[in-house]
């Protein structure tokens, strides 16, 4: 019996509802065509995006929003001239077993990943570096990176005859890097299936794949705007700078870089409008790349993915908006509901060995006594200043990982009482 069928029958399911409650709605993490099942069942509106928007919100569906909307993106494949590299998924390939992404036309294996790089390589895109994504990834996990160079200056320095069959050999080599060559964020992924762990080369064939340019520049950074799909209207949540492992999220500070603040506001805003133009509902996030010019020092910021999702960034502004109360402004800066400004460092997978074993009681008492324990005093949530450090996955305390959002009326304020956390979790003896 499946979770669905769970909730569907038990008391929740059975009885709540049964009016069909106007005023009730369910938020979840992520859509899904069982989610969807759910609400139907239950006769209550579901408040983010259904199973069948999901789309929108691969790798590929992204980048067809950014070229709807004129939104500046990254070269990459598939573009408007591979239409002849799509395919939809065919679920005899893997045991009869049926994944939503069968339903869309994608990249699905790494001839046509090849070819479609190919073809841009002859275009006169050529990188140091390609980031390949798979369509579904989750902080990044689903991506990995490829240098072609030493492929790129060979085809430069050759004679081109006929561009047609010079792409296709082109392509064979491109084929060949990828299975030997390619560099997966996830240490666990390897190109070909393992014992109990599926190959990118299989995911590729499930939930297809994209290429494009790596972003790169003297000061490359990473800013998201977060916001929510309400009926027409769309809301700016937050802004945010990124914080990467590789290409891995790890967490995030609020709000982001003023020099380029407006221009993803205004790129959300459009985003939002057309996924509310198609019926998409609820939160969802988009993430860019910005690269400093050197010798301007403009940046140049590129849109790479639409979140169709709750996502990292959702818990830190959620829990600072509950503490402080207040919202964004217009100039995306967070005020309090009698104007002062609150900022936010936060991250979701801090490690520190001090903490193996322990469990949440241990690190509660030692906030709470604070009298013995003077780091403790600088970073304990202040309700009447509404600034602090406010802690989270406390269940994952015993193998030495912590989550934390550190909030301050500004950015440097914010950081500073992480790096107080950071002290007084390397100096924890409470186990």
């Given amino acids: 019996i499946t979770l669905l069928q769970e909730l569907i029958r038990s008391p929740f399911g059975g009885n709540t509802f ?62 408007l001239e591979d239409e002849d590299l799509l395919t939809y998924g065919d679920s005899s390939e893997h045991g009869g077993k049926v994944y939503w992404a069968y339903n869309h036309r994608y990249i699905r294996s790494s001839h046509n990943l090849a070819l479609g790089i190919a073809r841009l390589i002859v275009r006169g895109v ?90 790169e520049g003297e000061v ?44 993803i506001m205004e790129a959300g805003l459009k985003v939002g409008k057309f996924l509310a133009a198609h019926g998409v509902r609820g939160h969802f996030s988009v993430d860019f790349l910005a690269s400093k010019q ?14 169709l999702r709750q996502g990292g960034t959702t818990h830190p502004q959620a829990t600072m908006a509950l503490l402080c109360g207040g919202s964004i402004c217009s100039d995306g800066l967070f005020r309090t509901n009698d104007g002062e400004l609150r900022c936010y460092v936060a991250t979701d997978c ?43 996955l406390f269940k994952f305390i015993s193998t030495g990982r912590i989550g934390f959002t550190a909030i301050g009326r500004t950015v440097e304020e914010s950081q500073t009482l992480t790096t107080e956390t950071v002290k007084f979790l390397d100096s924890f003896r409470g186990c």
Wanted: proline letters at 4%; aromatic letters at 6%.
């Fill in 350 to 392: 801090h490690y520190s060995e001090n903490l193996n074993g322990c469990t949440e009681k241990s690190l509660v008492d030692a906030l709470e006594c604070t009298s013995s324990n003077p780091e403790a005093r600088k970073i304990r949530w202040n309700k009447a200043d509404r600034i602090g450090v406010v802690f989270h």
């Fill in 220 to 263: 490359p950074t990473s800013p998201s705007i977060q916001a929510v799909v309400e009926a027409n209207d769309v809301c700016i949540v937050s802004t945010h700078e990124q914080v990467l492992a590789g290409q891995v999220y790890s967490g995030c500070r609020n709000p982001c870089n003023p020099a380029y603040r407006a221009s």
């Fill in 18 to 79: 049964e009016q069909n409650d106007d005023t009730a709605g369910m938020c979840v993490f992520t859509g899904s065509d069982s989610v969807d099942e759910l609400s139907h069942e239950l006769g209550i509106k579901l408040l983010e995006a259904s199973g069948e928007s999901l789309h929108f919100g691969t790798k590929q569906g992204s980048r067809e929003i950014f070229a709807a909307c004129d939104i500046s993106h990254p070269a990459g494949t598939p573009s």
């Fill in 126 to 215: 050529r990188p140091r570096k390609w980031v390949v994504k798979l369509n579904q990834g989750f902080s990044g996990k689903g991506n990995a990176s490829i240098d072609l160079q030493h492929i790129q200056r060979r085809f430069a320095e050759c004679q081109v005859g006929d561009l047609e069959e010079a792409t296709f050999r082109l392509a064979k080599l491109i084929e060949k890097e990828l299975a030997t060559n390619l560099k997966c964020e996830d240490p666990k992924m390897t190109w070909l299936d393992t014992p109990g762990q599926v190959g990118f080369q299989t995911q590729i064939q499930r939930l297809g794949v994209i290429a494009e340019v790596f972003i």
């Fill in 294 to 307: 050197p010798e301007s020092g403009s940046w140049d910021v590129y849109a790479v993915e639409v979140n």
